[in-house]
């Protein structure tokens, strides 16, 4: 994970909480915020392809603060099947809610009641000046990662025999044979 604290260092967001209005009218900011290095997740290796941008909508909701982050960014990774560089496009939507109330858990009257439609908030100071948004960010990255990649619907992945890309060209080995471990089950039936 040192790969992930490394790009938290240069991944930098967040709003000033005077900039939202009391009104409930949404604030709105964009940015266009660097990354680079690499990212390992998921088993595979993703390789920033530019800077992540970002648009944050901030206002507040019956005291709490109710923010939308919206991020698009792009990716250098390998084919999960032919193992072929391919650009990742990524784009995330993640909504938080922020609270300087103390939260319902540890409220005596509502000890280990759970509300359907009852969502839980992140807590934050009432008298910090600066929402720090770099982990929630970041989050909205990593939650936006899917787990598999392909160059395209249809890869062929690489053959087994001699490792060469069944999309470039069939190299004509045969790949019906038996894992030579199981033959012994053969002679079962």
């Known amino acids: 994970m040192e790969n992930v604290e490394s790009l938290l260092d ?3 967001c ?3 909480l005077s900039d ?4 409930g ?3 709105k900011t964009a940015a266009e915020l660097p990354i680079s290095g690499v990212v390992k997740y998921w088993g595979q290796s993703y390789v920033p392809g530019g800077p992540v941008r970002v648009s944050i909508t901030a206002n507040y909701a019956r ?3 109710a923010v939308r982050i919206e991020l698009a960014c792009e990716f250098h990774v390998p084919c999960s099947r032919c193992l072929e560089e391919t650009m990742l496009a990524i784009n995330g939507d993640m909504r938080y809610l922020f609270t300087t109330r103390r939260s319902r858990r540890e409220d005596d009257e509502c000890a280990g009641e759970e509300e359907d439609g009852y969502i839980e908030a992140i807590e ?3 008298f910090q000046a600066e929402l720090d948004l770099t982990p929630y960010v970041w989050e909205t990255i990593i939650l936006s990662l899917p787990e598999k990649v392909l160059c395209r619907e249809d890869c062929k992945g690489l053959c087994p025999v001699c490792g060469g890309r ?10 019906d044979a038996a894992d030579p471990r ?5 002679n079962l039936l």
């Open 182 to 186: 199981l033959e012994v089950l053969k």
């Open 14 to 16: 967040g709003i000033l």
């Open 10 to 12: 240069e991944l930098r």
């Open 20 to 23: 939202i209005h009391k009104s």
């Open 63 to 65: 005291g709490d603060i």
């Open 25 to 27: 009218e949404p604030y």
């Open 124 to 126: 934050i100071d009432k």
């Open 166 to 175: 069944k999309n470039v060209n069939e190299c004509g080995c045969i790949t």
